[in-house]
């Protein structure tokens, strides 16, 4: 199936129409309207070069917040209170800092400056969170995504000490549950996420989560 080509005019395809490995669309701009209503759409942006490329994976990787998972190793860290949780207190510092991690197999980051002064200015108005972990005043682990109704969109996680972005992730499950979030999108798979609850669930099943809950 043809990927297709974005110019300036405000459009995505239907999701249906991605290719097997998830790639629907590539160029276009990322404005803040492309990308809420990529977002609302189930669609993220994904890096390889300069040329923005936009995804729809099916099957799609979820997590449900009431099927967190929190080993014993975790629950000791919890209790030993190693770490300290804020949200949106740094989310600058988040984003560069997951733009800045060194991940195994990955030449680079997929995290433009465009990409990152574009989520810096969602945070501004409210749509892009942050969750952080601190060692007494220094940050050494969060994550960013979108939220958007009741629907977490989650973007990358960083860790610079043993467990502080699981510390992260499960702290800001526990309050997404608070306000009533009702899925948390994970995007693609990761070892890391599953081992915390995350699986995967049909495209046609996720969008329609969507349309409910956005």
């Not at 040329?51 to 729809?56: A, E, F, G, K, V």
């Not at 060194?102 to 501004?124: M, P, V």
């Not at 009533?180 to 999108?185: K, L, Q, S, V």
């Not at 994970?186 to 996420?193: F, N, P």
Request: charged share 20%; hydrophobic share 45%.
């Amino acid at each position: 199936m043809p990927i297709h080509a974005l110019n300036n005019t405000l459009w995505f395809p239907p999701v249906s129409q991605a290719n097997e490995d998830g790639l629907l669309a590539m160029g276009g701009d990322l404005s803040l309207d492309r990308l809420l209503l990529a977002y609302k759409r189930g669609i993220f942006p994904w890096f390889e070069g300069e040329t923005p490329l936009w995804w729809c994976p099916d099957p799609r990787f979820v997590l449900y917040p009431n099927e967190l998972r929190v080993s014993k190793s975790m629950q000791a860290v919890f209790k030993k209170r190693t770490f300290r949780f804020t949200m949106n207190q740094a989310f600058s510092q988040v984003i560069n800092a997951c733009k800045m991690q060194k991940r195994i197999a990955q030449d680079g980051t997929w995290i433009t400056d465009d990409l990152e002064n574009s989520f810096n200015e969602l945070h501004k108005l409210g749509f892009a969170i942050s969750a952080e972990a601190w060692e007494g005043k220094d940050l050494v682990g969060g994550l960013y995504g979108i939220q958007m109704g009741k629907v977490f969109f989650g973007e990358s996680m960083f860790s610079n000490s043993s467990n502080a972005s699981k510390y992260a992730f499960i702290s800001l499950v526990n309050e997404l549950i608070k306000q009533g979030i009702t899925i948390i999108d994970c995007q693609v798979y990761t070892a890391h996420l599953e081992s915390l609850g995350a699986r995967m669930i049909d495209r046609a099943d996720f969008i329609a989560h969507l349309e409910k809950h956005i």
